[in-house]
């Protein structure tokens, strides 16, 4: 479903990553692992074109991201395009970034409305389902500001899943919250996984890896390190560089 084709970003002088290539699978779960600074955010930001690859491409199914081929080269497609293809492709933030002047009701509703064309009571009936899924009935006219941050993750899921995307992918969506949080926001994942979205989770719960894994890949400065099943990946890495990363987290 997603190709990841010999990714390479550079900021400046600065290349953080360096040649990536990874194949995620439809319904599969892909989570990735590495210390702060391997290019995790980098390389999930370069799937939805947040980052253009300074080389490389990112497909979904038979379709580049952002960009096109024009002439034996490859050239950025027009903005509506862009915002057209990121439809199908939901994200989810460390800092959940709801829109804070908008309930959490109108946060859902507004991309379906306004880059679907989504008519308003369909969207409002998809966004209270979503709501009811992730366990927030009945906070439909609440502001982001007066729910925890573990309630203000799970909109901002369903937020993502209102667009009925094709792929999630997912920034450390619990390493912002009060530890008390953290389960409501992995179950609703769980709960995602096991009705086969396509998902790439960026994470440092390796129990949560452990369980709902199909693949672990572990990242380091800016290269996959290692890559197989979470079995293989958490309890016995072959590399040493993911071998020290466990160590010191777990
Ligand atoms: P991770 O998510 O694994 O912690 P990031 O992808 O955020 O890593 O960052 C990888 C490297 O890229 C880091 O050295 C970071 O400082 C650098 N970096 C990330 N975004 C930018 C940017 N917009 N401009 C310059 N450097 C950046
Ligand atoms: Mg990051």
């Not at 203000?152 to 450390?172: S, T």
């Not at 949080?181 to 129990?207: K, Q």
Request: charged share 25%.
């Amino acid at each position: 479903m997603i190709r990841i084709q010999s990714v390479s970003k550079n900021f400046g002088p600065l290349e953080v990553l360096h040649g990536v290539d990874l194949e995620v699978f439809r319904g599969e779960v892909v989570c990735v692992i590495g210390p702060s600074g391997s290019g995790k955010s980098t390389l999930l930001r370069c799937i939805n074109h947040l980052e253009a690859p300074t080389a490389g491409v990112v497909w979904l199914g038979d379709e580049s991201i952002g960009v096109r081929e024009s002439r034996g080269q490859l050239v950025e497609i027009p903005p509506a395009e862009l915002a057209r293809q990121r439809t199908e492709i939901g994200m989810v933030f460390q800092s959940f970034n709801l829109f804070g002047h908008m309930t959490v009701l109108e946060n859902i509703i507004e991309a379906p409305i306004q880059v679907m064309g989504t008519p308003r009571a369909e969207a409002e009936t998809h966004a209270r389902q979503l709501l009811e899924w992730v366990r927030l009935e009945g906070k439909e006219s609440t502001y982001p500001r007066q729910l925890s941050g573990g309630q203000q993750q799970r909109a901002a899921i369903a937020r993502a899943l209102a667009m009925r995307p094709r792929v999630m992918l997912f920034d450390e969506p619990t390493s912002a919250l009060d530890p008390e949080t953290v389960g409501e926001v992995l179950s609703v994942m769980r709960r995602l996984a096991s009705e086969g979205l396509t998902m790439i989770v960026v994470t440092h719960e390796i129990e949560f890896a452990r369980e709902v894994a199909d693949r672990v890949v572990f990242m380091d400065d800016g290269r996959i390190i290692e890559m197989g099943s979470a079995v293989q990946v958490l309890d016995d890495p072959r590399e040493e560089r993911t071998q020290r990363f466990l160590s010191r987290i777990l």
